[in-house]
């Protein structure tokens, strides 16, 4: 691959997470876009993640999701609590400390009560694609407040810009397994994604010490559900990677790049020749903490969770099975989803 920019983010415990220079993808020349979109897929399929660099989404612009997400993280509790999260079907709104508990594939049931024992320190807010009827956005509306205005146009303006980048890594994918380039676009065109706005609030170091030995974490080890998950972490970090050893390896923040994993249901779709791989997030010791504080400082991240169109019919794809046979029953994105989601709440 010597005509693109690939280099390894990640390399312990045999998990390699390339860094993947996406320009190429997006502006090189036909060789260089086959050779990118062959390291992506190549990425998917061996560790379930990739770090994606000059991706096209302006630092500027995630510099500005990220202040306007910890002002509404800001807001008093009662506003955001009058956003409350309602219902799986729609995964819209604001879900208070503990209230979430990811959930596992069905083969992993057994390990859901261990899971949920150990409550997750965080809060969110999940948006999704605007006007969908009897699925409202949970916005802030307070009397000429001109923060919550400002706050819902940069969301939804970033919902879009996101998509746009799912539809080009879904591209890379099909290209990489040579399939038509635009094979999926009738599958993302939709844009039934969730933007999800994070917040680890500081906390006690002694939260971190339990006398039970279970580790306390920020999130719980997890698979995602959808296709392709988009995460824009800041400098804190905490991502922690299951490698194949079963050990789990710190997925360290690297400037200027955005970290993409493989989710469940794309998984199922290649007939797991792709890898959704298991991850979770723990509270990282500050990296120079001459202070004295009993507490850790508060972490913000920013996911987007790319989903098939709900209504599109999700089966093995073509090349994935016609030696094996195909693992999975087809099944509707949207229900497969709400299955997720009603397991998670």
Same mark, same amino acid.
């Given at each position: 691959?010597a005509d693109?920019?690939?280099?390894?983010?990640?390399?312990?415990?045999?998990?390699v997470i390339?860094?993947?220079?996406?320009?190429?993808?997006?502006?090189?020349?036909?060789?260089?876009?086959?050779?990118?979109?062959?390291?992506?897929?190549?990425g998917?399929?061996?560790?379930?993640?990739i770090?994606?660099?000059?991706?096209?989404?302006? +630092?500027?612009?995630?510099?500005?999701?990220?202040?306007?997400? +910890?002002?509404?993280?800001?807001?008093?509790?009662?506003?955001?609590?009058?956003?409350?999260?309602?219902?799986?079907?729609a995964?819209r709104?604001?879900?208070?400390?503990?209230? /979430?508990k990811?959930s596992l594939p069905d083969?992993?049931?057994?390990?859901?009560?261990?899971?949920?024992?150990?409550?997750?320190?965080?809060e969110?807010?999940?948006?999704?694609?605007?006007?969908?009827?009897?699925? %409202?956005?949970?916005?802030? +509306?307070?009397?000429?407040?001109?923060?919550?205005?400002?706050?819902k146009?940069?969301?939804l303006a970033?919902?879009?810009?996101?998509?746009?980048?799912?539809?080009?890594?879904?591209?890379?994918?099909?290209?990489?397994m040579?399939?038509?380039e635009?094979?999926?676009?009738?599958?993302?065109?939709?844009?039934?994604?969730?933007?999800r706005?994070?917040?680890?609030p500081?906390?006690?170091?002694?939260?971190?010490?339990?006398?039970?030995?279970?580790?306390?974490?920020?999130?719980?080890?997890?698979s995602d559900?959808?296709?392709?998950t988009l995460?824009?972490?800041? /400098?804190?970090?905490?991502?922690q990677?299951?490698?194949?050893?079963?050990?789990?390896?710190n997925?360290t %923040?690297?400037?200027?790049?955005?970290?993409?994993?493989a989710?469940?249901?794309?998984?199922?779709?290649?007939?797991?020749?792709i890898?959704?791989?298991?991850?979770?997030?723990?509270?990282?010791?500050?990296?120079?903490?001459?202070?004295?504080?009993?507490?850790?400082?508060p972490r913000?991240?920013?996911?987007?969770f790319?989903?098939?169109?709900?209504?599109?019919?999700?089966?093995?794809l073509?090349g994935?099975?016609?030696?094996?046979?195909?693992?999975? /029953?087809?099944?509707?994105?949207g229900?497969?989803l709400v299955?997720?989601?009603?397991a998670?709440?």
């Amino acid at each position: 691959m010597a005509d693109i920019n690939v280099s390894q983010a990640v390399a312990q415990d045999d998990l390699v997470i390339p860094l993947i220079d996406f320009s190429a993808f997006l502006s090189g020349t036909p060789a260089q876009k086959q050779q990118t979109a062959q390291a992506v897929l190549n990425g998917f399929q061996t560790a379930g993640f990739i770090y994606l660099s000059n991706h096209s989404i302006p +630092a500027s612009t995630i510099s500005t999701v990220f202040a306007n997400s +910890a002002k509404f993280f800001a807001r008093p509790q009662d506003q955001k609590d009058k956003l409350a999260w309602y219902s799986p079907e729609a995964n819209r709104g604001y879900s208070g400390y503990g209230r /979430e508990k990811v959930s596992l594939p069905d083969e992993d049931k057994g390990k859901v009560a261990e899971l949920r024992a150990v409550p997750d320190l965080k809060e969110s807010l999940e948006i999704g694609r605007e006007g969908e009827k009897g699925m %409202p956005n949970m916005w802030p +509306a307070v009397e000429g407040d001109e923060d919550a205005k400002t706050f819902k146009e940069t969301m939804l303006a970033f919902h879009d810009t996101c998509k746009e980048l799912h539809m080009q890594l879904m591209r890379a994918i099909a290209l990489g397994m040579g399939i038509d380039e635009s094979w999926f676009d009738g599958y993302t065109d939709v844009g039934d994604n969730t933007l999800r706005l994070l917040h680890y609030p500081g906390v006690p170091k002694s939260m971190f010490k339990r006398d039970d030995g279970q580790l306390q974490v920020r999130a719980g080890e997890h698979s995602d559900y959808g296709s392709l998950t988009l995460l824009f972490q800041d /400098e804190r970090g905490g991502l922690q990677v299951r490698s194949p050893k079963g050990t789990f390896v710190n997925a360290t %923040p690297i400037p200027g790049t955005i970290v993409i994993n493989a989710g469940d249901l794309l998984a199922r779709w290649s007939n797991d020749t792709i890898k959704s791989t298991k991850h979770r997030v723990v509270e990282p010791p500050p990296k120079v903490d001459n202070t004295g504080s009993d507490t850790y400082p508060p972490r913000y991240s920013v996911a987007y969770f790319c989903n098939p169109n709900f209504e599109r019919v999700i089966e093995a794809l073509p090349g994935t099975y016609e030696e094996t046979g195909k693992k999975y /029953e087809g099944i509707k994105s949207g229900e497969y989803l709400v299955k997720r989601l009603t397991a998670t709440y």
